[in-house]
C-alpha cells in the first residue's frame, strides 16, 4: 500500500523554465513533508520542507506547495537549470508517532539546454 | 567534517550467506536511521536507533534481519541466510536529535547483490 505517491516517473523541462513536481499521500496523520534530490551512486539529499499548518514554503528557486484537503504536495523549481537534473523523492512523517520518513518511487527530472 | 559514510559500498553475495554493512554517522548525532531501497522504489524504513538502543524496527523485514548500535555511534545492519530478493541498496542516515523534523542526512548507500 503506497502512502505516498509520485505518478510522474519522469519529467523533462528546458532551462530557464519552471519544472513541477507532484505528490499525492493517502495517509491523512501525515503531517510534515519534505522533497529529497537524489544524484546516481550517492545517497539522497534534503531539500525543502513543509509542515501542514502552511501551505507554502519557499527557498531560492525551490518552492513547496501543500494542499491538505487534497492531500497533493508539490516542488517548484525556477528557473531549472541543469544541475537540477537528478531524482526527487517527496516523503512524509507523521510527527508524534515516529520520526520514520515514509517516500514516494520518486520523479527524475532532466534538464535540457 | 564528513557526512554519513557507508562501507561497503558495494557488496556480492551468494544465496544463503550472511552480510555486515556498516554505517557510520555524523559525529554528534543521536539518531541512526536504515533504510532499503529497491529498483524503482523510494527509501523503505527498516530501523531507527536513538542511542544505543533500537527506538522503532517496525520496518525490518523478518527474523534474518538484525541491527545494532552498541556505544551509539556506528551501526551495523545484519543479514542472515540472504535471499536474492534482499537484493537492494542499504541507506543509512542520521540526524541531531531524531526529533520528527530534524533533518535526516543520507549517506551513499551499501549496493547488495545477492546471487
Known amino acids: 500500500d503506497q502512502q505516498v505517491k509520485q505518478n510522474s516517473p519522469s519529467l523533462s523541462v528546458q532551462e530557464g523554465r519552471i519544472s513541477i513536481l507532484n505528490c499525492d499521500y493517502t495517509?491523512?496523520?501525515?503531517?510534515?513533508f519534505l522533497w529529497y534530490k537524489k544524484y546516481p551512486a550517492e545517497g539522497p539529499t534534503f531539500l525543502i520542507s513543509?509542515?501542514?499548518?502552511?501551505d507554502k514554503n519557499e527557498d531560492g528557486r525551490f518552492t513547496v506547495f501543500l494542499n491538505k484537503s487534497a492531500k497533493h504536495l508539490s516542488l517548484h523549481i525556477v528557473p531549472s537549470q541543469p544541475g537540477d537534473s537528478a531524482v526527487y523523492f517527496c516523503a512524509a512523517i507523521s510527527t508524534g508517532t515516529a520520526s520514520k520518513l515514509t517516500f514516494g518511487t520518486g520523479t527524475r527530472l532532466q534538464v535540457t539546454l | 567534517g564528513a557526512g554519513v559514510s557507508q562501507t561497503p559500498s558495494n557488496k556480492v553475495t551468494e544465496k544463503g550467506k550472511y552480510v555486515e554493512l556498516r554505517c557510520d554517522p555524523i559525529s554528534g548525532h543521536t539518531a541512526l536511521y536504515w533504510y532499503r531501497q529497491s529498483l524503482g522504489q523510494g527509501p523503505e524504513f527498516l530501523i531507527y536507533f536513538q542511542g544505543t538502543g533500537a527506538a522503532d524496527d517496525s520496518g525490518l523485514p523478518n527474523d534474518r534481519f538484525f541491527a545494532v548500535r552498541p556505544e551509539g555511534s556506528v551501526s551495523t545492519l545484519k543479514i542472515q541466510r540472504t535471499e536474492r530478493g534482499d537484493s537492494a541498496v542499504y541507506l543509512c542516515?542520521?540526524?541531531?536529535?531524531?526529533?520528527?523534523?530534524?533533518?535526516?542526512?543520507f549517506g551513499p548507500g551499501t549496493r547488495l547483490t545477492v546471487l
Open positions: 513543509i509542515s501542514s499548518i502552511k
Open positions: 495517509n491523512s496523520m501525515f503531517d510534515y
Open positions: 542516515a542520521s540526524s541531531l536529535d531524531g526529533r520528527d523534523t530534524d533533518t535526516q542526512y
